[in-house]
């Protein structure tokens, strides 16, 4: 059998592992499938290469060119996963588990894509916020800024997930703009390495976006700045270690940590057997107890259901977990694989006996062999433990055996169990079986301050649901306390990791050229024709038309009324109207006036206007009565690229009266053809 050889990418090089490579065994058969580890990698070359190569590449592209970057790599990627599943058997993963890792990892670099190009500007500069008005006339002013980094980003990882585990960091880093070297777990780098090439073969990526360490990471902590980052997953003592670099600490290196985690799944005191919540909560600790041989820093590891139902919990998930096989995972039939290696097993066993010093085993059998032709070093049965006396018990709430090992306990009341979970110390997620709005309130508010995300599921929303153990990119993942106190993914959250928010003040226009975005006060700039008349690439920012003024009528006002059948009483009745300390008398509708104001700038004939799609920020101040007037001013705001035909205008669109007070103020979008 052949060897691989797992190499390094460093400084646009792939390096070979040299004397001191270590070597990887494989979970099924405990041969050796691997080696990986070069002890003579420059890290200063490799920090260099990122930040004078990589980093200004990447800065040089907007947020939606690198969006669309990741789009395509997400793309490659899919069409590359057979040889990836075919790797990560040996790490001992089943198909479904090659699943989460894999197309979950993909799908996580899909989602960053669409929100790279929906929620952030098409540009360099991210604004954080809405403008902040600082002086009396609007000649100052403060707004937020979000620019990257400057430096790298260090992504050490663990060993669970050697795809997924990647790219959920990877995905938020390019798109902030920031380089990254990648530091995957030695038992299962063979995997992530075999992405990272299909990645950098894809042409894809810029010079110097990303680098691989497959091996140890040197003096490489001892080199890095303020501008860097740090984002870790692994165990509490490995995480504590790296955070007191006295390097990290002298330059307040950003440290992101996802760490130990002894999650919680509660039984709300609503749910009996017969209800299809019990079912469903019978499903999710077992699947989180199975999948990835519970190796997930999300699995459930403290069961908590009340009392009474503590028994009928016990005899439920354990007839299914009889139904589990447990064997080689390439083979159909199993349904839950090996540990990733033989020195896993033996961790999760001391650990389980920690467990069990103060708990008593009610399934499962240590010593129990897997089914096939494999080396049962890497394999251990599911163990399900029962705590007694969950209020004066330790280990339990302290020692995770990160394997396929959980605790049940009982509970008196809501209150208990939010206790009880809470003894954790902090967790990635907490998730509650319930039907009850009231249970499901009294934990958000008891538990949310001890767990980074709680999971709440029931009969309607079982069959959509994703499960307790699936952080999605969408979402906050990560947790206080023992979880480690920091956050990854969460949509444009995660990106912000990489940025810096810097506090901008000074004159509007200063604002609009920093933000690339128009701010009311800046110059107007006066528009050659109609902007309706011009394409999207010809629009400048700032861009403005004034109309002619329109007298607004009693007929408008009732004609309005009986069309649309809005004859609430300020538009219809005098008195009524006079008697509410808002209005002088009936005055018109809002959504006449902005009826009015469209028939004002609107350009009637066929033009590079496709498509009005939508108000923002629509706010009306001063009422109009009969008799008074109204004028209207245009500007463009902002503009973004959609796709390769149109781009979407923002606009700044101004009411005022016949006194120019302010009557309404909103952003209008329209799609314009380039």
């Not at 670099?109 to 500007?121: D, T």
């Not at 002013?141 to 990257?148: R, V």
């Not at 980052?229 to 600490?249: D, E, H």
Request: aromatic share 6%; charged share 20%; proline share 5%.
């Amino acid at each position: 059998m052949t060897i691989m050889r797992i190499a390094s990418f460093a400084a646009g090089e792939w390096v070979e592992p040299n004397g001191a490579a270590r070597p990887i065994a494989s979970a099924i058969t405990g041969a050796q499938i691997a080696e990986a580890g070069n002890d003579s990698l420059d890290m200063q070359a490799m920090l260099d290469h990122a930040r004078k190569v990589g980093g200004p590449a990447l800065r040089a592209m907007g947020f939606h060119d690198r969006a669309k970057m990741l789009k395509a790599l997400a793309m490659h990627l899919g069409q590359h996963k057979q040889a990836l599943y075919d790797l990560s058997f040996d790490t001992g993963a089943t198909q479904s588990d090659h699943m989460i890792d894999i197309d979950g990892g993909v799908g996580t670099v899909f989602v960053f894509a669409s929100k790279g190009r929906r929620e952030m500007p098409d540009g360099q500069v991210y604004i954080d916020g809405d403008i902040e008005e600082l002086s009396r006339k609007g000649t100052f002013k403060g707004m937020h800024i979000a620019t990257p980094l400057k430096g790298v980003a260090v992504h050490i990882n663990a060993f669970n997930f050697p795809v997924w585990g990647m790219l959920e960091k990877l995905a938020p880093t390019l798109l902030a703009g920031v380089p990254a070297i990648v530091k995957p777990a030695t038992a299962s780098c063979y995997v992530t390495e075999a992405a990272v090439r299909i990645m950098l073969d894809s042409g894809i990526l810029p010079e110097g976006a990303l680098q691989l360490i497959t091996g140890g990471t040197g003096d490489l902590l001892d080199r890095l700045t303020s501008q860097d980052v740090v984002s870790f997953t692994g165990s509490a003592q490995t995480a504590s270690m790296l955070r007191s670099n006295p390097n990290i600490l002298k330059n307040s290196v950003r440290f992101v940590a996802e760490q130990d985690s002894l999650n919680a799944s509660i039984l709300g005191p609503d749910v009996t057997p017969e209800a299809p919540e019990f079912d469903l909560f019978i499903k999710e600790v077992h699947r989180e107890m199975t999948t990835k041989a519970g190796q997930k820093c999300t699995a459930i590891r403290r069961i908590i259901a009340p009392e009474g139902q503590v028994q009928n919990v016990i005899e439920a998930l354990s007839a299914r977990l009889d139904r589990t096989v447990v064997g080689d995972p390439r083979a159909e039939t199993t349904r839950m694989g090996a540990l990733v290696s033989a020195a896993q097993k033996r961790d999760v066993l001391e650990k389980a006996a920690m467990i069990g010093a103060e708990s008593k085993r009610v399934y499962g059998d240590p010593e129990a062999l897997p089914h096939g032709d494999v080396n049962p070093d890497a394999f251990v049965a599911p163990m399900l433990f029962h705590c007694e006396s969950p209020d004066t018990a330790t280990a339990v709430h302290e020692t995770e055996a990160f394997g396929p090992v959980s605790t049940i306990m009982g509970y008196r009341d809501i209150a208990h169990a939010i206790e009880l979970a809470n003894k954790g110390d902090g967790s990635l997620v907490a998730s509650v079986i319930t039907a009850s709005g009231n249970v499901a309130r009294e934990v958000a508010m008891g538990a949310g301050a001890f767990h980074g995300r709680l999971y709440f599921n029931n009969a309607t929303s079982m069959k959509e649901s994703t499960g307790h153990g699936s952080p999605l990119p969408h979402m906050v993942h990560g947790g206080p306390g023992r979880a480690g106190g920091g956050e990854e993914m969460g949509g444009i959250r995660g990106v912000m990791h990489y940025m810096q928010r810097t506090a901008i003040q000074g004159s509007p226009d200063i604002l609009s050229s920093i933000g690339g975005r128009w701010v009311p006060g800046s110059p107007e700039v006066e528009a050659p024709a109609h902007p309706f008349t011009r394409r999207f690439n010809d629009l400048t920012i700032g861009e403005t038309i004034h109309t002619a003024p329109r007298t607004v009528t009693m007929d408008d006002i009732e004609h309005f009324a009986h069309f649309t059948g809005d004859t609430f009483y300020a538009h219809m009745d005098e008195d009524a109207a006079r008697r509410n300390p808002f209005f002088p008398g009936r005055v018109a509708h809002g959504y006449l006036l902005l009826s009015f104001a469209a028939g004002l700038f609107v350009e009637p004939n066929e033009g590079p206007v496709l498509a009005n799609t939508g108000l923002d920020n629509l706010r009306f101040m001063t009422p109009v009565a009969a008799g008074e007037s109204i004028q209207v001013r245009l500007t463009v705001k902002a503009k973004t690229r959609r796709t390769d035909e149109y781009g979407e205008v923002r606009w700044h669109v101004t009411m005022t009266n016949q006194d120019g007070d302010l009557v309404a103020e909103y952003e209008l979008l329209t799609m314009v053809a380039y």
